[in-house]
């Protein structure tokens, strides 16, 4: 035993001397870190620890409202305290109150007051112009005794968001921050209506007309039985409202990800309508650019079975960087995407 631990560790000195004279040859060369060295910041791992806690029964499937609502809410500012990302400024604290007037006005339903909530890092040069992340962490809640953990709806976007913000915190700390500011929003209420979203979108915290654009993520940790492999993607609307959002996501993809691309639902004629059927319309429909990254559906979702077990992490990794690059150039290139006249 001893003798096996003395070998390795003459291993180790032999391979650490070798590599030191190594250095001693190399020119000192200071590595700029890019966007993406930050992107590998998001990692399979990081994503699987956060979403095996907001997935998990104690969240009680996350309904708008709801004391497991609000336990993954805690767990998220948490979160955004221990990387330094603060509350917006102008806002009193990480959360937007949605009251439930609001949610039973057009329905008649029974919900209870709920929170959005959102985290911000502000830009170096533009911090007037806003690009909004978003994700619902909001689910279906509990039906007969049964938790319904939402882990791909929209566990996987909510966790994406968490790891794009840090992403983002980094590049700051290194002197790299966004250009433009970058408002985290994790809405509730998207499973009984899209309401946070529209009570964003109606009581914005920024101008509307400062407002970029939307990266939507709603569902990135699964594959549907449309393809064998999970190394692709479905963006919906990125060319609706802008072609400089349609040719940013291209080339983020391109230059980085490299997942297929499917836009299969970007058609306006299919009949699922998922243009219309996350958070991002709330913005759409007010003329701010969205991209929604969205994986399509499977066998369980809206089901008990929607668990973290099935999560591809390597997937939900690759997408949620996807959604940084998006991000990053949104933030920091020259000009602001132009909002085209013909754009519908
Ligand atoms: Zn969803």
């Known amino acids: ?87 917006p400024k102008g806002a009193e604290s990480y959360y937007q109150n949605v009251p439930a007037e609001f949610m039973n006005k057009e329905y008649d339903e029974h919900l209870p007051d709920s929170e959005n909530i959102w985290a911000f890092i502000e830009g170096s040069e533009k911090p007037d112009e806003i690009i909004v992340v978003s994700a619902h962490y909001d689910h279906v809640g509990m039906k007969n005794g049964v938790v319904y953990n939402g882990a791909d709806d929209d566990g996987s976007g909510t966790v994406a968001l968490l790891e794009i913000a840090q992403a983002f915190q980094k590049a700051k700390e290194q002197g790299q921050g966004p250009k433009r500011s970058i408002l985290f929003l994790h809405m509730t209420g998207e499973e009984h209506g899209l309401y946070g979203s529209s009570y964003y979108s109606e009581h914005p915290l920024f101008p509307i007309e400062k407002t970029v654009a939307d990266v ?23 060319d609706y409202l802008s072609s400089d959002l349609f040719t940013i996501c291209e080339e983020a993809n391109a230059k980085f990800t490299q997942l297929a691309i499917d836009y299969k639902y970007n058609d306006r004629k299919d009949p699922n309508r998922f243009y219309y059927r996350s958070d991002h319309y709330n913005f759409a429909k007010h003329r701010i650019p969205v991209v929604f990254l969205f994986n399509g559906t499977h066998a369980d979702y809206h089901k008990e079975t929607d668990d973290v077990d099935k999560i591809e992490f390597d997937a939900l990794s690759k997408r949620a960087q996807l959604g940084f690059t998006i991000a990053w150039e949104l933030a920091n290139r020259p000009t602001r995407i132009v909002v085209d006249k013909s754009g519908n």
């Open 1 to 87: 035993m001893k003798r096996r631990i003395l070998s390795v560790s003459l291993v180790f000195f032999l391979l650490a001397s070798c590599s030191g004279s190594k250095n001693t040859v190399t020119t000192q060369k200071k590595i700029i870190p890019n966007e993406q060295s930050f992107a590998n910041t998001i990692t399979a791992s990081e994503l699987k620890t956060h979403l095996t806690i907001i997935a998990s029964d104690d969240m009680e499937g996350r309904d708008t409202g709801s004391k497991g609502q609000k336990k993954a809410g805690n767990y998220l500012i948490a979160q955004y305290k221990k990387m330094g990302i603060p509350f």
């Open 216 to 238: 939507n993520i709603d569902m990135i940790g699964r594959r549907d039985n449309r393809h064998s492999d999970s190394n692709y993607i479905y963006l919906i609307g990125s």
